[in-house]
Each structure stands twice: as C-alpha cells, then as structure tokens.
C-alpha cells in the first residue's frame, strides 16, 4: 500500500513557476514509476509527465515538454514537477500517481488507468 500526498500548487501569473511535491509512504517508493497528471473543470484527467524507478527515464506530455520538469529524490521518498513558463491553460488540479514499474514499452506510464495509487490533488491556478 502506497499513500500519496502532493504540496505545493497555488496561485501564479503567466510566466511564473511552481514547485509540486508528493511524498509517498512506504518503504518501497524507489521501485515505483511516478507519474503526474492533471484534470481541469470539465476535462478528463490527462498524462503530465511520468519517471521511471530509477529516475533514469523521463517522458512528458507535449504540452508541458520544455517548461516542466519531473524529478525524484529516493531518500525522501518524493517525487517534484517543476513547472516553469506557466500558461493559463496549465490551470488544474495536478495529482500524482504510483505503480510498479513496468518498463519502458508501450507507453502504459501515460495512461491513469494503469496506476493503482493516487494522491489527492493539488490545484495549480495560472491567471493571465
């Protein structure tokens, strides 16, 4: 069992950055893909960006590539979307995601159903 808890959304100018955080519990966290994803009013929830177990692989929606960044740090048991650039259509909730690691094939790591924990969200309000 994974529990998920993000930090770190709030209210920004166009152009302005974030930092998110989710802090995961339990000791197994470095053998779990990360992914973050996001649902705006009315949307679906739609794939950000996800990192391997190792942190050695990264992928992004093309949307976000170029101005977000997601990171790992294992000892801390927590993953970080550093989002820069910010558009007003960045406006969402931003949710984390854990499951175990799959590998790199067939793109699973972009789509919700495959994860088995989540957070409960974090909102992110970009004004413009």
């Known amino acids: 069992q994974v529990q998920l808890v993000e930090s770190g959304g709030g209210l920004v100018q166009a152009g302005g950055s974030l930092r998110l955080s989710c802090v995961a519990s339990g000791r197994t966290f470095s053998t779990y893909a990360m992914g973050w994803f996001r649902q705006a009013p009315g949307k679906e929830r739609e794939f950000v960006a996800a990192?391997?177990?190792?942190?050695?692989?990264?992928y992004y929606a093309d949307s976000v590539r170029g101005r977000f960044t997601i990171s790992r740090d294992d000892a801390k048991n927590t993953v970080y979307l550093q989002l820069n650039s910010l558009k007003p259509e960045d406006t969402a909730v931003y949710y984390c995601?854990?499951?175990?690691?799959?590998?790199?094939?067939?793109?699973?790591?972009?789509?919700?159903?495959?994860?088995?924990?989540w957070g409960q969200g974090t909102q992110v309000t970009v004004s413009s």
């Open positions: 990192i391997n177990w190792s942190g050695g692989s990264t």
């Open positions: 995601a854990a499951e175990g690691d799959r590998g790199p094939y067939g793109s699973w790591w972009s789509a919700p159903s495959e994860y088995d924990y």
